[in-house]
DNA sequence: AATCCGTGGTA
DNA sequence: TTACCAAGGAT
């Protein structure tokens, strides 16, 4: 009798220890799935559970997004970060409704050609909506298949097609187990596997890690330095639409003035922000978020 | 390929 | 307190 493998030992694991989160229950929808896999960029679980709630409860398909203007999907998303997803997940539900008969395809090709759906997004929802056989490849994926599979501490910065490769080869042939697999390795990567103390002593693959077999050794390579926020036009773009999202009406560039001294870096931040979509300049220094009326008096 | 893009919790 | 990190994508 063989070892079993490490999807097995890890599917078995996910059956005792993952998480009730609400995407992951039957008969949610292919679109309620994708709105979490979006929300799930860069933002941790706890943030997104009752975001993702409120969101579906009011758009419960891509026709009722698709039907509202930006500045509404601009104001739902909150803080969750990043609010060019948003943006870019209102288009989704437009292309959806133009391409797809308001559906979401069962198709790789089809899914990557929606906007702010790429490689990892595009497979998690054929894997977890529609239970095909796809490697799905996220940050804890990799750092768990680093370590376990290749022995290294940490993995690369980015997804690379080696990596799609050795994933897609640690699943199980039948589909539906693939994407349980899948779901177990996130999991585990999730909450074992960590990127900063990992909790090797609770992990079900520990005596199989290449990893752990070869003393842990530190990582190597070059350590990219550390993306300051404080003091970034990012910081100021989020402070500039803040302020759009929580005012109801058309706000005045006075009342922009006030988030951030540098009058050179918050007019950049300010022009990049129409540039990328998600503020709209109106005459006389008006701004509102784009496709909120303009004519009621501006604050 | 490297950089940009928000926000907040944790050690 | 600072630095890291969180189910990435677009350019």
Not at 182 to 202: H, I, K, N
């Amino acid at each position: 009798m063989s070892e079993p493998t490490l999807a097995a030992v890890a599917t078995r694991w996910y059956d005792e220890n993952a998480r009730d989160l609400p995407w992951r229950e039957p008969g949610v929808t292919a679109w309620a799935v994708l709105v979490s896999e979006v929300m799930l960029q860069q933002t941790p679980v706890v943030r997104v559970l009752p975001a993702w709630h409120a969101w579906l409860s009011r758009w419960p398909g891509p026709a009722e997004l698709a039907a509202d203007p930006p500045a509404e999907a601009i104001r739902m998303w909150g803080r969750l970060g990043y609010p060019r997803r948003a943006l870019r997940l209102r288009d989704c539900a437009v292309a959806l409704v133009e391409r797809h008969d308001g559906t979401v395809p069962a198709d790789l090709h089809a899914l990557l050609a929606l906007p702010g759906v790429g490689d990892y997004t595009a497979r998690a929802v054929l894997a977890f909506a529609y239970g095909q056989r796809h490697p799905v490849v996220d940050t804890n994926v990799r750092r768990l298949v680093a370590r376990a599979v290749a022995g290294a501490a940490d993995a690369g910065p980015s997804t690379r097609p080696a990596d799609l490769v050795a994933t897609e080869e640690l699943l199980p042939p039948e589909p539906a187990a693939a994407a349980r697999a899948s779901a177990a390795f996130m999991e585990l990567g999730a909450l074992v596997c960590t990127a900063r103390t990992p909790r090797c002593v609770d992990c079900p693959l520990a005596t199989r890690c290449a990893w752990l077999a070869s003393g842990e050794p530190a990582p190597t390579g070059p350590t990219r330095r550390p993306q300051r926020y404080a003091g970034t036009d990012r910081q100021v773009r989020g402070l500039l639409l803040a302020v759009l999202r929580e005012t109801p009406g058309p706000v005045s560039r006075d009342r922009l003035d006030l988030v951030w001294s540098d009058d050179v870096q918050r007019a950049r931040a300010l022009a990049t922000l129409v540039e990328d979509g998600l503020v709209t300049s109106h005459s006389d220094a008006v701004y509102t978020l784009p496709g909120a009326l303009p004519h009621t008096q501006p604050l």
